[in-house]
């Protein structure tokens, strides 16, 4: 598949940030800001604002196309879990979640292999799955960082064909909240990585057909960098998700790339 059929994406994480009683109105005012044809918009708000997010979209002209995500599942269905959810409970909340993020990585010592059995279960509830990797500061300056990619890539979607329920983030660890972003050209070179990966996982395009974002401290300052990149398919936004202003100029930004490649596919 070539760059021009693939999605241009813009995924909010909200992060432990907004309650029940604000998520709606956030929600619906990025909504309103970012209705740029040809990019598909999905906000991850805590659990608890899932619902108030789904219904202020719903309720809104220029939300009914804005996909709710969860940030996290558990990787089993049922059981003795307690502060657990699992991607079951997410049917009629959410239609795509966050798999693998660092800070779950760090916090809650999530492992490949772990991801990997929650991406199972995302799949067995129809959920599309942003899969997060990415190589810390020393694996970078240590040469590492293209192992580490290609080892996460490998290890949290082993036995998974990749296809169109999968789009992947590379998020640089140094890079998360940190105000500090990759160069364009090396998150394109990372993209690269990640597709070689989903090739020797089978994917039957080589990789080429999966999206990939770039997450790290995106701003409207900085998108253009990485919209600038072929490779680049959108982006992964934490902090500046929360700021309209800040959403309304990347998915301004992603839409100029949308509306080429359309361009470029029906030429
Ligand atoms: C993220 O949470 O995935 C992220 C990239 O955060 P930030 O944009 O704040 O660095």
Not at 91 to 109: N, P, Q, V, Y
Request: with cysteine; charged share 20%.
């Amino acid at each position: 598949m070539i760059p021009g059929m693939r999605p241009v994406i813009v995924a909010g994480n909200w992060k432990m940030h907004t309650t029940p009683s604000d998520a709606g109105e956030l929600a619906a005012i990025i909504a309103r800001r970012t209705n740029e044809p040809g990019v598909v918009r999905v906000l991850c708000p805590p659990f608890v604002c899932l619902a108030a997010v789904r219904d202020a979209l719903a309720a809104e002209a220029a939300g009914r196309d804005v996909a709710v995500g969860a940030q996290n599942v558990h990787h089993e269905v049922t059981g003795a879990f307690t502060g657990e959810v699992s991607a079951p409970m997410l049917r009629g909340l959410a239609t795509w979640t966050i798999a693998g993020h660092s800070e779950r990585r760090r916090d809650a010592a999530e492992t490949d292999e772990l991801v990997n059995q929650k991406i199972s279960r995302a799949l067995e509830a129809e959920l599309r799955v942003i899969l997060c990797v990415g190589e810390q500061l020393d694996d970078r300056e240590a040469g590492r960082a293209e192992t580490v990619v290609r080892d996460q890539v490998l290890g949290s979607l082993r036995g998974h064909q990749p296809g169109p329920w999968l789009t992947i983030a590379y998020e640089p660890v140094w890079a998360i909240g940190t105000g500090r972003t990759a160069r364009g050209v090396d998150a394109a070179e990372m993209a690269g990585v990640i597709r070689r990966a989903l090739g020797e996982l089978g994917s039957a395009a080589g990789g080429e057909d999966v999206p990939v974002l770039y997450g790290g401290s995106v701003t409207g300052g900085s998108i253009d960098e990485f919209m600038a990149e072929p490779a680049i398919d959108g982006a992964l936004v934490g902090g500046a998700s929360l700021k309209p202003d800040e959403m309304a100029a990347i998915v301004a930004r992603a839409g100029l790339t949308a509306r080429a490649r359309a361009g470029a596919s029906s030429a």
